[in-house]
Nanobody, 122 residues
Framework: QVQLEESGGGLVQAGGSLRLSCTPS????????MCWFRQAPGKEREFVAA????????HYADSVEGRFTISRDRSENKMYLQMNSLRPEDTAVYYC???????????????WGQGTQVTVST
């Protein structure tokens, strides 16, 4: 069983930046592909970005391409989401997720974190 803990959310003005972190623990967490999803009020959860176990492959939603960067530090066993040029429409609860492959984690993750709130003000 893998546990995922997110941190780094908060309130930021439009145009600002935040970096989210996800720390996995338990099981063989270092071998999983990992992913960020988000859910805005009244909307369905949506895919944001994914990274494979080695960090060599990444995928992004069109809405964040060029503004967000997903990365992982295998030595520290952490995953990050650097969010730049934030917009009010990026306001959501951001969830860390893990799965067996990058394709699977983008559609049906095996493990989820509890989420961290990101609020972007105008």
């Amino acid at each position: 069983q893998v546990q995922l803990e997110e941190s780094g959310g908060g309130l930021v003005q439009a145009g600002g930046s935040l970096r989210l972190s996800c720390t996995p623990s338990g099981g063989t967490s270092g071998g999983y592909a990992m992913c960020w999803f988000r859910q805005a009020p009244g909307k369905e959860r949506e895919f944001v970005a994914a990274i494979n176990w080695s960090g060599s492959t990444t995928h992004y939603a069109d809405s964040v391409e060029g503004r967000f960067t997903i990365s992982r530090d295998r030595s520290e066993n952490k995953m990050y989401l650097q969010m730049n040029s934030l917009r009010p429409e990026d306001t959501a609860v951001y969830y860390c997720a893990a799965g067996n492959t990058v394709v699977l984690v983008m559609s049906t993750p095996r493990y989820w974190g509890q989420g961290t709130q990101v609020t972007v003000s105008t």
